[in-house]
């Protein structure tokens, strides 16, 4: 009984001597953290774009419906037809210039928002790049006899 131990007990001698690279998984976890972190941030940066977009709109919102009443009391207490039409072409025309300044200022916060996110990710990911790089390249000085 004790031949077949030794030849048991041998094998491992021979896994022993045998180096197997390993990763530092610890790493690789620290890095997936990094990058749900990164994720969370670019999220938060989404958000935060998205309630100034939202309170923005909303400002607009108000201003256009001031704008209209006020359009209501000027075109009512005008003298004859002719000055109230007037009031109305001129309201049309700075409701139309209203109008294009509001969406390319909105425009403009979602592209910036955007741009803000991404900016985010890609910083991360060029530090991931990096940080494997690094750990691929620790991997051959680490072993599991280590």
Known sequence: MAQPQRKFA?????????????????????????????LNAANQ???????A????Q???VKSGAKGVIGLFREVY??????????????????AFENAMANVRE??????KSNIDATEVLTTRLTEV?????KVSANKGKKSNND
């Not at 041998?10 to 972190?37: C, H, M, T, W």
């Not at 977009?53 to 923005?56: F, G």
């Not at 009031?87 to 049309?92: D, P």
């Open 10 to 38: 041998g094998s491992f001698k021979v896994l022993e001597d045998f180096k197997i690279p390993s990763y530092d998984f610890n790493a690789f976890l620290s890095i997936g953290q990094r990058n749900v972190e990164a």
């Open 106 to 111: 909105v425009v403009e916060m979602v592209s």
């Open 53 to 56: 977009i939202a309170k923005r």
């Open 58 to 60: 909303s400002e607009i």
């Open 77 to 94: 207490s005008s003298e004859t037809p002719e000055a109230g039409a007037a009031k109305q072409a001129e309201f049309v025309r700075s």
């Open 129 to 133: 790049i990096g940080e494997v790089s």
């Open 45 to 51: 940066v989404v958000a935060e774009g998205i309630q």
